[in-house]
């Protein structure tokens, strides 16, 4: 189903500014855990940019169901999106805004077909690392049995854990923080899968391609061959007309 001119012109106009909005959202939630002592005043200016960044693609959900032509088919279609606009107003937690505007910039970044799959695998990566390592350090900070304590740790928790090596020097100890354990071991996983699956399909497309070009090749040596075999026939044929006596 195409979409609609307007909603496909509204997409195309708040790409760039939903994408920079997501970068304040990433500078927001960072800053507050990054810079453990940051005053109450910084803290809540970030927040309320988060929530504003979270509004923002809320906004952008609702005007594009306005504008789709099938809403119903809009929003079985993108029902990802709804719940990620959802599901902060149900819970206010901090955690939960993270995974809803980390859920809208992945969709709506999805329908630019300019955007590819490798970039797409390389910002999953880059945003995951950083996103974990930022969460996991502000629920285990503070725990009194946690060992995750610095970024530093929280990075390289965050590397072994996607990776699925799990080297067990640092662990989440509190609920939350193995909740996010879960998501980046299932996370590291699936962009495993897409990345061999990608590069096996870039195998199995060159390959078949080598393969047109050997058929293409053997058929014209083969059309080559019976012009050669006609032409010598022919040349045959005349020689022994030739050859007759008159």
């Given amino acids: 189903m195409e979409r609609?001119?307007?909603?496909?012109?509204?997409?195309?106009?708040?790409?760039?500014?939903?994408?920079?909005?997501?970068?304040?959202?990433?500078?927001?939630?960072?800053?507050?855990?990054?810079?453990?002592?940051?005053?109450?005043?910084?803290?809540?200016?970030?927040?309320?940019?988060?929530?504003?960044?979270?509004?923002?693609?809320?906004?952008?959900?609702?005007?594009?169901?306005?504008?789709?032509?099938?809403?119903?088919?809009?929003?079985?279609?993108?029902?990802?999106?709804?719940?990620?606009?959802?599901?902060?107003?149900?819970?206010?937690?901090?955690?939960?805004?993270?995974?809803?505007?980390?859920?809208?910039?992945?969709?709506?970044?999805?329908?630019?077909?300019?955007?590819?799959?490798?970039?797409?695998?390389?910002?999953?990566?880059?945003?995951?690392?950083?996103?974990?390592?930022?969460?996991?350090?502000?629920?285990?900070r503070d725990s009194p049995n946690g060992n995750i304590r610095t970024l530093g740790d929280a990075v390289w928790w965050s590397f072994t854990t996607m990776t699925t090596v799990g080297y067990g020097d640092h662990a989440p100890t509190t609920g939350l923080g193995r909740m996010i354990a879960v998501g980046l071991m299932l996370s590291g996983i699936a962009l495993l899968g897409v990345v061999t699956a990608n590069i096996a399909a870039w195998f199995i497309g060159r390959f078949e391609k080598d393969d047109v070009e050997e058929r293409r090749q053997t058929e014209a040596i083969a059309s080559l061959t019976e012009e050669v075999r006609l032409l010598r026939a022919e040349v045959a044929r005349l020689t022994e007309r030739q050859e007759q006596p008159r």
Avoid at 31 to 54: F, K, N, R, Y
Avoid at 88 to 107: E, K
């Fill in 4 to 140: 609609q001119p307007a909603q496909a012109a509204w997409e195309r106009r708040t790409e760039r500014p939903l994408l920079g909005l997501a970068v304040a959202f990433a500078v927001a939630y960072a800053v507050p855990i990054v810079d453990g002592s940051a005053g109450d005043s910084l803290t809540t200016a970030c927040t309320t940019v988060e929530w504003a960044v979270w509004g923002a693609f809320a906004v952008d959900y609702v005007v594009r169901l306005a504008l789709a032509s099938h809403r119903g088919e809009f929003v079985r279609r993108h029902w990802p999106d709804l719940i990620a606009v959802v599901l902060p107003v149900l819970q206010p937690l901090r955690l939960l805004r993270l995974v809803s505007t980390l859920l809208l910039v992945g969709r709506r970044a999805r329908m630019a077909p300019q955007i590819r799959l490798t970039t797409y695998v390389v910002g999953s990566v880059v945003g995951l690392l950083m996103f974990g390592s930022l969460a996991v350090l502000s629920v285990e």
